[in-house]
């Protein structure tokens, strides 16, 4: 189990991998370590002229946020080489195993202006050094991807707080890229802001072929125990996946 560790009393700074094993789904856990992620590693779709620009940036030259400098100082890695010592952040998260048993860690990083995908370990308890950005400086969390024909899907959300947002959707045919952005794949009342909820899973219906379910976060921060989830199908049209608000469906939409 992987999962995201804030250090008690240190507020939101710490942006920790933790990663822990059990037997079963349900625990007992036994934690293994947390830290930041691939430490001393730059990103491998990061060519040699980047790389010469990343030499380049100075955090004093950028100590004003939101300019348009600034921005553009983070899309070509500026907090990257800022964490590059200690390790990449990471928040918001997932998890996805592909067919050939390769797992990856998909999260926020960079301040939660960029989605990273690191590959793991083949035991999956740790990385192996190699990962990419996605959407710099674009401000995205809460990932959930899925594969359907050789194309990687990935659902996101941008970063409101507890507040719902707009969602965003990427694919490639490669999982380390180049990722491409599509309009808001949510159709329906509230599809602006994903029906009052946050991307947080896709999950691949077992025994049905091309049946995936797109769950998201209902979040109440002032009622944690009342927070509720949605639960919807993902369809296709042309291709390409959208998912429709639906008062109430069972799994027999599915073919």
Not at 110 to 136: F, M, W
Not at 237 to 247: A, F, L
Request: hydrophobic share 35%.
């Amino acid at each position: 189990m992987w999962f995201h560790l804030e250090l008690k009393g240190k507020g939101y700074a710490a942006a920790r991998a933790g990663v822990a094993v059990s037997d079963t789904p349900a625990g007992p856990y036994r934690f293994i370590r947390s830290g930041r992620v691939n430490a001393g590693k730059l990103p491998v779709d990061m060519d040699g002229q980047a790389v010469a620009v990343l030499d380049t940036l100075n955090a004093k030259n950028y100590e004003k946020w939101w300019t348009p400098e600034w921005t553009d100082a983070v899309n070509k890695g500026l907090i990257v080489k800022r964490d590059l010592d200690g390790g990449q952040m990471s928040r918001d998260m997932t998890l996805y195993v592909d067919e050939d048993g390769k797992a990856y860690h998909i999260y926020s990083s960079e301040e939660n202006l960029t989605l990273q995908i690191a590959e793991l370990s083949d035991d999956y308890l740790s990385h192996t050094g190699n990962y990419v950005r996605v959407a710099p400086a674009g401000h995205n969390e809460a990932p959930a991807i899925f594969k359907k024909d050789g194309t990687y899907w990935m659902i996101t959300s941008g970063c409101t707080g507890w507040a719902p947002n707009e969602a965003r959707m990427f694919s490639s045919s490669s999982i380390f890229g180049p990722w491409s952005q599509h309009p808001n794949p949510c159709v329906g009342p509230k599809s602006e802001l994903t029906f009052g909820g946050q991307s947080t899973y896709i999950l691949k219906v077992e025994g049905k072929k091309d049946a995936f379910i797109f769950m998201a976060d209902i979040w109440r921060p002032e009622h944690p125990s009342d927070a509720r989830y949605i639960w919807l199908p993902v369809q296709f049209k042309e291709g390409i996946p959208y998912v429709e608000w639906m008062d109430n469906w069972t799994l027999d939409f599915f073919q």
